[in-house]
């Protein structure tokens, strides 16, 4: 139905040869609007890249949901049962008991936590991370790279461990070097068997925790809730993200931050927009002038210029969305961009730009352009068409 007007905002866009002021500062306009979105999906996608590389590193290192007791549970075994039978959402689920200790080799000490470990996959998961070695801990202890780092020592060598008060002394075996990739996870901790520590620090009681990894392992929150329902008034639960609140937080903040900051870079190409089409108002009165006199409402005058906004905000998205994903295709697929492993624990740059953040884009992109059109479509048609067929 507005097909004629579309081809009249078209036509106001201008033509090189023709009208190469007008061309030129929608070519800007739309530059503006193009390289403010491949801004914003690159920032995203480093955003969001780094964040799931550390969600995955803090996942792989410790449990969805923990139930613990004062701090630990005796009849863990029958209440382990009784939430594999109620929750069909649980992938895995095993018994681990934990403690701070030192950790003192021929050379060094240094203080950490000792955490002994029985799931059904556990041999699975921490090989999953196994930098060196194995992950047999019936046969010794599994300790963090940074933490062997710290001790000077590697595979083979045999480290003791010192807990409690009176302190306790048990001596064993490197078998294996474990990175997580999570600093404070890998500059502290040690794994042994969960029968090795009831044995060697609990007096051989049957003492543990429960740890549970569930399918959809971001809904976690809503599981424990659930969980907490059935368990024993002396059992309380704790999820992954209740553990990291603090550090997504500032992941979170810091993304909004970014995101703020560039949608300010688009705010100003939306000025850019208003700008160029406030020039095509004045150097167009005559056209509308003609356009008005033929019938043209002032309605169908606003719409006009309205259409011609979107348009260039329109191009400009898309060339965006090209150049931000070709980008992201490129560094990701080829890991152009190479990162310090000592400072990252990751090689390249990780990239991930999902189709939520691809919609926000195009919704607040198109929502800035319109509001930008709205003041040159009303002067647009404000004028009279008299006064507008007599200006030269």
Not at 104 to 126: A, C, F, H, P, T
Not at 261 to 286: E, H
Not at 308 to 333: E, P, S
Request: proline share 3%; hydrophobic share 45%.
């Amino acid at each position: 139905m507005d097909g004629h007007l579309f081809f009249l905002a078209k036509k106001f866009l201008g033509k090189r040869h023709q009208e190469s002021f007008i061309w030129f500062i929608t070519l800007i306009s739309i530059i503006g609007i193009t390289l403010g979105v491949a801004s914003l999906m690159i920032t995203l996608g480093v955003m969001n890249g780094f964040t799931n590389d550390l969600k995955s590193k803090i996942i792989g290192a410790s449990p969805n949901i923990i139930v613990e007791g004062s701090p630990y549970i005796f009849n863990y075994h029958e209440i382990a049962n009784n939430l594999k039978k109620n929750f069909p959402e649980i992938t895995d689920i095993g018994y681990f008991t934990q403690t701070q200790v030192i950790y003192r080799s021929s050379k060094y000490m240094i203080g950490g936590d000792l955490k002994g470990i029985s799931y059904q996959n556990s041999s699975e998961e921490i090989g999953r991370f196994i930098k060196k070695g194995s992950a047999n801990l019936k046969n010794g202890i599994v300790i963090g790279s940074q933490l062997a780092k710290q001790l000077g020592v590697s595979v083979g060598d045999t480290i003791t461990v010192v807990s409690g008060f009176p302190p306790i002394q048990i001596s064993y075996k490197i078998v294996g070097i474990i990175e997580y990739g999570v600093y404070n996870v890998d500059v502290s901790l040690g794994l042994i068997s969960l029968s090795n520590f009831q044995q060697d620090f609990l007096n051989g009681e049957k003492l543990a925790a429960i740890g549970i990894k569930v399918k959809d392992f971001y809904n976690s929150n809503k599981i424990a809730k659930k969980m907490s329902k059935v368990l024993p008034p002396y059992c309380r639960t704790t999820t992954w993200i209740q553990r990291n609140k603090v550090l997504f937080s500032a992941l979170a903040l810091e993304k909004k931050a970014m995101i703020l900051i560039l949608a300010i870079i688009i705010l100003i190409a939306s000025f850019n927009i208003a700008s160029s089409l406030m020039m095509t108002v004045y150097r167009k009165i005559k056209e509308i002038g003609v356009l008005k006199t033929i019938g043209l409402t002032s309605w169908e005058i606003r719409k006009v210029f309205i259409y011609q906004g979107l348009i260039i905000g329109i191009r400009g998205l898309i060339f965006g969305l090209i150049l931000g994903g070709a980008v992201i295709y490129v560094v990701k697929q080829y890991k152009i961009v190479k990162l310090p492993q000592f400072i990252y624990n990751i090689s390249y740059l990780p990239l991930e730009i999902s189709v939520k953040d691809i919609i926000i884009i195009c919704i607040a992109v198109i929502l800035m352009t319109l509001l930008a059109s709205l003041f040159p479509a009303y002067k647009a048609g404000k004028m009279e068409p008299a006064i507008a067929i007599r200006y030269e």
